[in-house]
């Protein structure tokens, strides 16, 4: 079983962070039960899903601690910290699960960023869609950037629609010009 596994210095301090941190969770909904007041449940919601941001990075530089540590370990110990890490995002994702059951109840305003995968595959896939007042500046900040990028990217291909219809018009009129011109001439 993965729990059974010694785990290296580096892994253990970094499963013990975890442990650490899913405890805060647990409590934190908990207490998030007990609070009438929707501000304060906003506020802490939004510590709780900070708190979960910090586990998906550790659980993140746990797998890269794994991929280093891969090459001296046998297989089977690989297989278990592989087990082990599915089912820290398996713990991580049933408090995001809470997270937006709650968020929901309360009615927060949702934002849709981030369309690309993750490296975690579906295991992060609900991190698309964020509560923008849980995002930080600098993640509203490059959210705005890109899309103002992508505004002005179709304003620009506007533009050269237009100037081609109106290089098309223009060629238009000096062939109607012309062919009136013509029509003239044969008339007379």
């Known amino acids: 079983m993965a729990s059974d596994i010694n785990l290296s210095p580096a892994l253990g301090d970094i ?4 442990r650490d941190h899913f405890r805060a969770l647990s409590n934190g909904f908990q207490k998030l ?5 929707p501000n304060r449940q906003n506020k802490q919601l939004e510590e709780l ?7 998906k990075r550790l659980i993140k530089e746990f797998d890269r601690e794994i991929k280093e540590e891969e090459s001296g370990n046998p297989p089977e110990i690989n297989k278990q910290l592989n087990e082990k890490k599915q089912s820290l ?9 809470l997270r937006k059951t709650y ?8 934002v849709d960023l981030f369309e690309g995968g993750t490296t975690g595959g579906e295991a992060f ?3 698309n ?6 995002m930080t500046n600098q993640e509203l900040v490059e959210g705005g950037t890109k899309m103002m990028d992508e505004t002005d990217q179709t304003i620009e291909r ?11 018009g223009a060629q238009t009129a000096v062939t109607l010009k012309s062919q009136s011109k013509w029509a003239g001439l044969s008339m007379n």
């Not at 039960?33 to 007041?37: C, E, G, Q």
């Not at 899903?49 to 586990?55: A, I, L, P, S």
Request: charged share 35%.
């Open 49 to 55: 899903t900070g708190k979960m941001r910090e586990c």
């Open 89 to 97: 995002i398996k713990e991580l994702n049933s408090y995001v699960a």
């Open 15 to 18: 499963d013990g962070q975890l």
């Open 33 to 37: 039960d007990k609070i009438k007041d």
């Open 129 to 134: 869609v964020r509560v923008a007042s849980s």
């Open 158 to 168: 506007s533009k050269k629609a237009i100037e081609d219809t109106v290089n098309v």
């Open 103 to 110: 968020a929901s109840s309360l009615g927060n305003k949702r």
């Open 125 to 127: 896939a609900e991190e």
